[in-house]
Structures are given as structure tokens and as C-alpha cells.
């Protein structure tokens, strides 16, 4: 062989040496990185690259496991949710019987002197004419109160609802609100669909002193270690309640008055819920308690009475058959069966005087919505406790004594409430899962600003 020839060979095989080194080398650092990574926190990188750093804040935020007091975990919730619950929910509270609500708008705040003023012309609500809200809702409504069983003791909790037949529609006593449906000329009927819960631009004093009230008058220190069980169910109930409203102003903001723009606001999303891990717990908390009275309900509910009127027999047909998917679902029944159980609660000697206790100071909660200065704030504050006090009234009382096996009875307003309730739960459930990696994102990147203020 020449000696030119043998140079090449020997000159191509030092580059395939030097080639097979680097590979060499580069697979033993990708090693060591990755195992550097696996044994390291992560913050202590997080200065390398701010996409890291939102990547991984994002994954550390991440809820799972099972929702605290509840008998589901995070992932399955979504998973219904998602797949099942807000689907059917969004077509139910779109039909006459569920987006008609009565409610009484105008009344005096009994704690003190509404000082409360909306800037937004979003803030009023847009009632109903006569003509237009379903011709049964007129009718004046049985007052014939049902007559409950005596000798059950005041603690004990049934999982089950009695199987009787629905009878109509009657005007019964609710002990956990103050707002009970009846027939006068103060009661309004709106329409929800043209009036949806989002920012109204009721913001400053009054609005805090609202929530303020709330939680040191009615809910003090019960998220505290040394509360008992149904003390901070009290708090968790208003805590997701108040969250979720938060997080329906933050999905449907005004960013731009001159434009009348609206849309998301996430860095707001961020500072008034997802920034604070117990708030987020908290609504699911509250979706799941509120789904466990709807499912408890489910034979009431099913054979109910959804009749708007002689023109919309079909789609009354189709309301029934929505709310039977609804609280039969066979993938809630396998995946989710008991939300929450409430037969836990309300034990040993304390259990009757705590029970009175914790309705009081709900039907606090309830009546202070007559002071929210906003028109459609206060709509939406007093049909959602109207349906948290029902779900209450579901799952632990019938006038307050005894147990739901007896006779089961529901305000035709109560059910409207409940309903709509679930659903707006259910759109925040939904909002914050899959928003939450993005709304984390923007706030790796400095955009929010600590806000500590609840509002």
C-alpha cells in the first residue's frame, strides 16, 4: 500500500475514534444529569432556565390523592367531571325549569346601611316580564308542611332517601337559610342565562365588609387545628363558595372597559385562588359535599316535577331525563359512589347543640347576602347559599330534627338553586384544572403581584 493511502486510513480512523469519544462523552453527562436532576431539588436549578422553573413549579402544584374529608381523589374527580357532570349540567341549567330563579332583589341589609355602589352597568340584573317565565311558576304553591316522625334521635344520619313519590311542589321551611320561596309581590322571577356570574366591578370596602362578616362573625378560626370536624366543615363550605366565585370572576373579566373586552384574567385567577393550596382544596370539597346531597336526592329528584308549561312538554321530557343521567350516572356510581359521607358527623353529646349552632350561623351567612350592594352579586351570593343550604338541609335535616328517611321535601325553588349551584362548582372545578398550569406559568414569570386581600 502507498504511504498516501495508508496516512488516509489512518487519519479516518482517528476521526472515527474522536467521533465515538464525544458520543462517549456526551452519553456519560446526560447520565450524570439526569442523575443530578433526580437526586436534587429543584429549585436549586431554577436559575438555569425560567422554563424549568415554570415547568416544574407547575408540577409541584399539582393536586393528588384523595380530597380531604371526601371519599374521592383529585384525578377521578376531574375525570367525571370533565367527561360526564359538566356536559350533562351545562344542558340542564339551560332549560326553562332551571334558568328561572325566584328571588327577592331589593331588600334592607338587617346588619347595616347599604353604602355598597356598582360602577359597572354589569352589575344590574335584568329581570323578567311576566309573560315570559313559565305559566306553572305562577301558580300559588301548597303551604301543607310535612309531617315529620318522632322518636329518631336528633344526631343520626341516614345514607339513603325515602323511595315515596314526588307530590308537588310545596312552600317548606328550610332551617339552615333565611330565604325560603314564597308567593308575594317582593319575589321576582330572573332569567340566569342573560345575567352570569363575572366581574361587575363591585370592589372596594363594601364588598370586603360582605366577606369580612362572613368569615370572623360566622366562621371563626374554624380552619384551625383545634375545630372540631363540623366546624371546619362550615369554613371549607364558605372557603370553596367563595373560591369558586373568584374563579367565575376571573374566567369572565373585563379587560377592557373603553372596548367592552372581556375574557380571561389568569394573574387574577393566580392571586385570589390558586396561590393558596386550601382554597383550591376547598372547592373541591365543596363540589363533591354539594354532588353527595344531589345524588342522595336521587329519587326525589328523578321523579320531580319539571313542568314549564303546555308548549314545552318535550323539553320538560328532556329535563327529566338530564337530571335522571345526572344522578344515576353508572361511571359516578363506580368511580365516585360516596362523594362525601356525611353519616360521620353530628356524633356523641355534642352532636344536637353543634348541629343548631352551625345552622344558625349558616342562616347568618344567608341573610347577610341582603347586603351585598350589587344587584347581580347579590343574585348569584343568594341563589348559591340557597343551594349550599340545601344541600345541607339534603344531607343532615328535615325542620331541623330528624333524618331524610322521613319524607324528603324540597322547595321547587331549592331544587333551581341546588342545581345551578353544582353546575357553577362544576365550572370552576373544570376552569381550574385545566388553567392552572398556564395561570402558574405567567406567575413564574414575576406578572402577579401578592395580593393577600379576599375579595
Not at 237 to 249: A, D, E, N, T
Request: hydrophobic content about 35%.
Amino acid at each position: 500500500m502507498a504511504e498516501k493511502d495508508v496516512g488516509n486510513v489512518n487519519k479516518a480512523k482517528e476521526k472515527r475514534s474522536s467521533k465515538r469519544l464525544i458520543l462517549l462523552i456526551g452519553a456519560i453527562a446526560a447520565v450524570a444529569v439526569a442523575a443530578f436532576l433526580n437526586t436534587q431539588d429543584y429549585s436549586s436549578i431554577f436559575d438555569f432556565t425560567g422554563k424549568i422553573c415554570n415547568c416544574r413549579q407547575a408540577e409541584k402544584q399539582m393536586y393528588i390523592g384523595m380530597v380531604e374529608d371526601c371519599c374521592c381523589d383529585y384525578e377521578t374527580v376531574n375525570k367525571l367531571n370533565t367527561e360526564v357532570l359538566h356536559p350533562l349540567l351545562q344542558d340542564l341549567v339551560r332549560t326553562s325549569f332551571y334558568r328561572y330563579f325566584k328571588v327577592k332583589l331589593w331588600c334592607d341589609c338587617p346588619f347595616w346601611p347599604d353604602d355598597g355602589m356598582c360602577r359597572l352597568r354589569d352589575c344590574s340584573v335584568c329581570e323578567c316580564p311576566e309573560s315570559e317565565f313559565p305559566e306553572p311558576f305562577k301558580k300559588p304553591l301548597s303551604k301543607d308542611n310535612p309531617v315529620c316522625q318522632e322518636g329518631k334521635p336528633q344526631g343520626a344520619v341516614d345514607r339513603t332517601v325515602d323511595t315515596r313519590a314526588f307530590t308537588g311542589w310545596t312552600v317548606t321551611d328550610n332551617p339552615w337559610t333565611s330565604d325560603d320561596e314564597t308567593d308575594n309581590a317582593e319575589m321576582t322571577y330572573v332569567n340566569l342565562l342573560p345575567n352570569p356570574e363575572r366581574y361587575t366591578g363591585y370592589i372596594g370596602p363594601s364588598a370586603r365588609r360582605i366577606w369580612d362578616a362572613i368569615y370572623s362573625e360566622n366562621c371563626p378560626k374554624y380552619a384551625s387545628e383545634h375545630s372540631c370536624q363540623e366546624e371546619k366543615i362550615l369554613y371549607k363550605l364558605v372557603s370553596g363558595l367563595h373560591s369558586s366565585i373568584s374563579v367565575h370572576i376571573a374566567s369572565d373579566y373585563l379587560l377592557d372597559e373603553a372596548r367592552n373586552l372581556w375574557g380571561q384574567n389568569l394573574t387574577l385567577l393566580y392571586d385570589r385562588v390558586l396561590r393558596y393550596p386550601d382554597r383550591v382544596r376547598n372547592l373541591y370539597f365543596t363540589f363533591l359535599f354539594v354532588l353527595r346531597a344531589v345524588t342522595k336526592a336521587e329519587n326525589y329528584l328523578v321523579e320531580a316535577e319539571y313542568d314549564t308549561g303546555k308548549d314545552n312538554v318535550i323539553e320538560d321530557l328532556k329535563t327529566k331525563s338530564l337530571m335522571k343521567q345526572l344522578v344515576s350516572d353508572p361511571k359516578t356510581r363506580a368511580a365516585c359512589p360516596l362523594p362525601f359521607d356525611e353519616a360521620k358527623l353530628w356524633k356523641g353529646q355534642r352532636g344536637p347543640e353543634l348541629k343548631q349552632q352551625i345552622q344558625k350561623q349558616f342562616r347568618n351567612i344567608s341573610a347577610i347576602m341582603d347586603c351585598v350592594g350589587c344587584e347581580k352579586c347579590r343574585l348569584w351570593g343568594k341563589l348559591q347559599t340557597l343551594g349550599l343550604g340545601t344541600a345541607l338541609k339534603i344531607l343532615f335535616t328535615v325542620n331541623g330534627e330528624v333524618s331524610l328517611r322521613h319524607n324528603l321535601e324540597l322547595q321547587r325553588n331549592e331544587v333551581i338553586a341546588l342545581m345551578n349551584l353544582l353546575n357553577r362548582l362544576s365550572e370552576s372545578v373544570k376552569f381550574v384544572h385545566e388553567m392552572s398550569p398556564v395561570a402558574e406559568s405567567i406567575a413564574g414569570d414575576g406578572t402577579t403581584k401578592p395580593n393577600h386581600n379576599r375579595t
